[in-house]
């Protein structure tokens, strides 16, 4: 296995990345069937501080994807969250609460190829709170490997990344919301939000103040979704609960079409070229509510 990404769980614990990536055809030949990647749990706060082989580290848990198929061969992994553990506003920002320290949402990205899907992403959507209450339950247990079925189903949302996600614009989440861009057929390029908070389905979502583009309200997904076949050997079907939000801004005079989206405590950055000085980057900002 190789060390893919990695991301702070909380002040003492973090999560590695680690997938089995095949380094020439030889091991593509060998090798019957893809070992599935692991989200591996360190505290290293316990480390004696010596540089230590991968294989022989010490850590509390391993979370395992489902299995893979044999023709699947991964290609990568990365893991991105925000903000810090211990992230806390400007002193001079007048807000009366922020992100919560505890509970964060991280969107783990895996590529893979395979036969009968040939290059595609799959996104990993699971809330550091529920990692770290599979830690604090191992009351002093390490090295325990939790499978697919163990954790993933209930807890975790995975689905098909769209074709136009960013693996350069990486700040596509904040807290426990993240946000994409889509493309629909015969209709204008739009904006999603997919809020994981656990009370954004209790509640009705208002229409935001935004003027410069039309806000959908989108709806509450707490039904089972399932991934398609090809990448893994079993049926594979998540249902953490999210709410989604579909935003389309107006065109901006002068301006080409937005290339990409980040996202901030309470702003969509949306991120365009413009025309007047080719190359040049042009930033526009969108409240979120």
Known sequence: RSLESFAFLSERYVLLGLAWRPLDQRELRTVRRAEEPQLMVVDFLEGNGEETKLEDAEFVCAFHYPTMMESAVPLGMSIRTDPAPNWTPHPNSQVPFYIAHGDRLLVITFTVWSVLEAH??????????????????????????LQWDEWGPSQTRMMRAPRIHSSVWVCYVFGLRFVTMRKWRGKPKGIEVYDFRLHAGDRR?????????EDDEGGWMNAETQMPGGIFSDEV?????????????????????????????????????????SGCLSLAAIWLF
Do not use: C, N
């Not at 959507?125 to 002093?140: I, P, Q």
């Not at 979502?205 to 583009?213: A, F, K, L, P, R």
């Not at 107006?250 to 025309?275: F, H, N, Y």
């Open 237 to 277: 079907a998540t249902s953490l609960p999210y709410q989604i939000r579909t935003i389309v801004p107006a065109p901006s005079e002068g301006k080409q079409d937005w290339k990409s989206v980040m996202l901030s405590e309470d702003t969509i950055i949306i991120m365009g070229d413009v025309r007047v000085f």
């Open 205 to 213: 979502t208002e229409q935001s103040s935004v003027s410069d583009g």
């Open 120 to 145: 595609m992403q799959t996104l990993l959507f699971v809330r550091t709170s529920t990692l770290l209450s599979h830690v604090e339950a191992m009351e002093g247990e390490t090295k325990r490997h």
